[in-house]
């Protein structure tokens, strides 16, 4: 290089490094130093710094509240692969001409509100909803089926928002999938199963795995679908924290569920990660 | 016809996405308050939801916000895109770790994460909190849109503009700005969609005096009693639809 000006060079990593340390590695900082301080009502967080936190966790309610969070973000990604994945490969395997026209039917949603979405979903589950009706007008159930404020609602709620997360990773994965291997494996004599889960499920292994991910990390958090479809019961992992800021405003007991939560979740990613990655070298 | 099963399984799939917003759509020409049963189309939710000043505020607020946001999440984010792929330097593994786990931490963690930052630097909360909070969870995304379309970049294009003394700057402007448009572009209206979608993180760093439009859904929907949210949803998703078709033509029509 005879001539490199280094101007433009600092300034871009100058921008970005002052912008990432000033507002994402110092406030999480913040939040662990949060944790580990006491609060009163005056101030949201002061000294003495204290553990309290992070003992009062171990209580069996917020022990429930971790369990079932992750229970229910666990179900919700393995309903959205199990409903997801077969519509996927359908999808992806389609030589129909209006092929593009479904991915875009799939997309539509996907770039909807969430929020309106869930709205909708009230709007079908609740007592006098459509289910309901429908159900009481075919003569399955004699009285209104109270859907709304469980957590089956909650679920199908989840569900309804995150399956397009799962299936356009899978879409995207299966459509790069080598019809070779597979006629390959069928001229060897594997039968469909075999096939499948010899070729065409490790294959596939990388949009499983970023399908469940964008549809496990928002399930544990997005607060507003159990506030909404879930009644005062279903109390989440994500409603607890938001609870802890803005309502009960205890901030170092709500930074210490954060910090335990970023923990569990990291290392879930870390495991998750180490054994698709082990699968891959398997198969090579 | 064959394959029946499998048909059926798709169009049972898209009956579960489209059939509560459908419902949703009709609902909002009913002429009643609280019935099911159908009594009459009616336009009067919308006449409603038009004279609702708060709302158009609202709108407004999340326009100017979506907008600065994403445009200036586009400039960070494109020249981190392009200081990855033209630069060695020192951290650089680091900085793209960084930005991956920005991408993956949840919402909620940003959200408390920022509230307690800004309430440390007594920044009051409303439109500037909620602008560096957009930013901030926009750029990982403007990084990672630009990154993909920027390593199918052929480089004997820089060594040939270098051999023939271009510096870094016209380097940027003539030969890295045109190639990278589409890819900035596509970076500019993810970070849009997500700033204009945003309820979480929002709900933790807005302020009273600057209401945007998603935390004015979530609480018209959390009182939940008026039609007039039925308009509003079968408004924003007519708009949406419209927004898709219009970039899937322009789309098309390049080769």
Redesign the interface.
Known sequence: ?????????I???G???L??IV??????C??TL?SFVSHDNAH??MLPATLQNYLQLNNSIYVKIFKQSFYIAGMCTLICLL?GY??AY??ARMKSRYKSL?I??????F??????????????LKP???IS?ILMWTGVISKPLPLLFTDTAVMIGLV?NL?PFMILPLLTNIERLDNRLIDAARDLGANRLTTFRKIILPLTMPGIMSGS?LVF??A?????IP??LGGSKSILL?NL??NQ??IAQN?PL??AI?VV??LL?GIL?LIYWRSSRKDTQDLL | MKNWP?KS??TG??L??????L??II?SFNNAQYS?VWHGFSFRWYQELFSDNDLWISVMHSLVLGVSAATIAMC?GG??A??LF??Q?F?RQL?QG??FI?I???????G??????F??IQLQLGFWSLL??H??FC?PFVVVTVSSRIVSFDEYIFEAA?DLGA???II?TRIILPLLWPALFAGWLMSF?LSI?D??IS??VAGPDFEIL?LK??SM??L?VKPE??AL?TV??GL??L??ILS?LVLRKKP
């Open positions: 290089m005879k001539h490199h000006d280094a101007g433009l060079k300034f871009s990593l921008v970005i490094w912008w990432l507002f994402a590695l110092l406030p999480f913040l939040v949060a949201l967080l409903l077969p519509f359908a999808i479904l875009l039917f799939i997309i539509i949603p770039w909807t509100s969430s929020l309106i979405r869930t709205y909708s979903m009230i709007t079908m006098k909803g459509i009706s309804y399956l991910i990390l928002p544990m958090t997005i607060f507003y506030d909404l994500g924290i938001q800021f803005l901030w709500g930074s954060s939560f970023t979740l990613l | 499998m399984y798709l799939i898209y579960f996405f489209y059939i509560p917003i419902v949703l609902y099911l960070i020249l981190t392009i200081s033209r630069y330097f951290g900085l960084l930005i920005l993956l931490s949840p919402d909620i963690v940003m408390i994460a920022l509230l307690i930052l309430s440390m560096l909070a930013i901030t750029i270098k510096k870094d700057m940027m969609t979608d309820v979480i709900y933790f998603p859904i979530y929907v959390r939940g949210i039925n949803c924003t998703f949406t639809l927004l898709i899937q």
